[in-house]
Nanobody, 117 residues
Framework: QVQLVESGGNLAQPGGSLRLSCAASGSIFSIYTMGWYRQAPGKQRELVATITSRLSTNYTDSVKGRFTISRDNAKNTVYLQMNSLKPEDTADYYC???????????WGQGTQVTVSS
C-alpha cells in the first residue's frame, strides 16, 4: 500500500512558477511509477506527467517545455516543477503511484493551483 500527500499548491500569476511535492509512505517508493494529474473545474481528470523507476518521463503536450517531473527516492518524494504558468493550468493537482506489476492506482488528496492575474 502507498499513502500520498501533496503540497505546494498556491495562487500564482501568469508566467510565474510553483513546485509541487508529493510525499509517499507505506511501500517501496523506488519501484513505483509516479504521476501528476490535474482536474480543472467542470473537466475530467487528465494526465500531466509521469516518471518511472528508471527516470523515463512523459508529459501531456500542453505542459511540455514548461513543467518538469522528478523524483528523489531517498526522500520518497516526487516533484512537479511548473514554470511559465498559464491560467489554463488552474486545477486541483493530484499525485499518483502505480506498481509496474499492478493495475491499482494510489491517489493523494490533491493540492490546488490557481493561476490568475
Amino acid at each position: 500500500q502507498v499513502q500520498l500527500v501533496e503540497s505546494g499548491g498556491n495562487l500564482a500569476q501568469p508566467g510565474g512558477s510553483l513546485r509541487l511535492s508529493c510525499a509517499a509512505s507505506g511501500s517501496i517508493f523506488s519501484i513505483y511509477t509516479m504521476g501528476w494529474y490535474r482536474q480543472a473545474p467542470g473537466k475530467q481528470r487528465e494526465l500531466v506527467a509521469t516518471i518511472t523507476s528508471r527516470l523515463s518521463t512523459n508529459y501531456t503536450d500542453s505542459v511540455k517545455g514548461r513543467f518538469t517531473i522528478s523524483r528523489d527516492n531517498a526522500k520518497n518524494t516526487v516533484y512537479l516543477q511548473m514554470n511559465s504558468l498559464k491560467p489554463e493550468d488552474t486545477a486541483d493537482y493530484y499525485c499518483n503511484a502505480k506498481h509496474p506489476l499492478s493495475r491499482i492506482y494510489y491517489w493523494g488528496q490533491g493540492t490546488q493551483v490557481t493561476v490568475s492575474s
